[in-house]
């Protein structure tokens, strides 16, 4: 079974440039979550689809980052236009399940590493 | 709201020693609990969940937790530390009504010596 896929693997801008990472779920999972790690610190939730439906955004800074997952499936994140705070590694997963699936395994991809200069 | 507390970000073990990583969880109800492995460069891996089953719970690679309710604690052991065992581990928990949103701890970094 393949895994979940993300690209690009790097990626290097300057401060007020715009940048999009890509994410290709594992084949029929119905939750897709981008998560942001910065050094030295565990993975916080952005945003978390069900399907192609926003279920929770409440920590996405939507000044300058969107998301979208058309038809269900793949995703887009960008970040329009990039502080050097934003430098992490931007990390996908999914899993099986519909809404409330609480206790749900979570697949994670290898992660997009973003650095701001 | 709920968090998640890892006591050490970097615990060294020799190789065959007991592997001790702390995690500690703030909710007045049991959540869901979970331990993920992360390898340099690759995504975090399950090593393995407490879902209000036993509260004894076997992951691979040989790693094992004990959810204690009584001291908010779900701590992760393996019994003989092995070189590959080297890696970052995350504590998480997902609160039971919340679309399975996970909430990171910030990470113990475990290195192993020969």
């Known amino acids: 079974e393949a895994g979940v896929a993300q690209s690009p693997r790097y990626k290097i801008i300057e401060k007020r440039q715009s940048v999009a990472f890509w994410c290709n779920p594992i084949?029929?999972?119905?939750?897709l979550y981008w998560y942001q790690q910065i050094l030295g610190q565990g993975p916080k939730l952005l945003i978390q689809?069900?399907?192609?439906?926003?279920?929770?955004d409440s920590q996405l800074p939507k000044d300058r980052f969107s998301a979208e997952r058309l038809k269900g499936v793949d995703s887009t994140l960008k970040i329009q236009p990039a502080k050097l705070e934003d430098s992490a590694v931007y990390l996908c997963?999914?899993?099986?399940?519909?809404?409330?699936?609480?206790?749900?395994?979570?697949?994670f991809g290898p992660g997009t590493r973003l650095t701001v200069l | 709201a709920q968090s998640v507390t890892q006591l050490g970000s970097h615990v060294s073990v020799s190789e065959g020693a007991l592997v001790l990583l702390r995690c500690n969880y703030s909710?007045?109800?049991?959540?869901?609990l979970f331990w993920y492995v992360q390898y340099p460069n690759q995504g975090l891996q399950l090593l393995l969940k407490?879902?209000?089953?036993?509260?004894l719970v076997k992951g691979i690679n040989g790693f094992e937790a004990e959810f204690k309710k009584s001291e908010t604690s779900f701590h992760l052991t393996k019994p003989s530390a092995h070189m590959s065992d080297a890696a970052e581990y995350f504590c998480?928990?997902?609160?039971?009504?919340?679309?399975?949103?996970?909430?990171f701890g910030a990470g113990t970094r475990l290195a192993v010596h020969p």
């Open positions: 997963a999914s899993s099986p399940g519909t809404s409330g699936g609480a206790g749900n395994e979570q697949f």
């Open positions: 084949s029929g999972h119905a939750t």
């Open positions: 689809f069900q399907n192609n439906g926003v279920v929770d």
């Open positions: 909710s007045s109800v049991p959540p869901y």
């Open positions: 407490y879902t209000s089953a036993a509260t």
């Open positions: 998480a928990v997902s609160p039971l009504i919340s679309y399975n949103k996970l909430i």
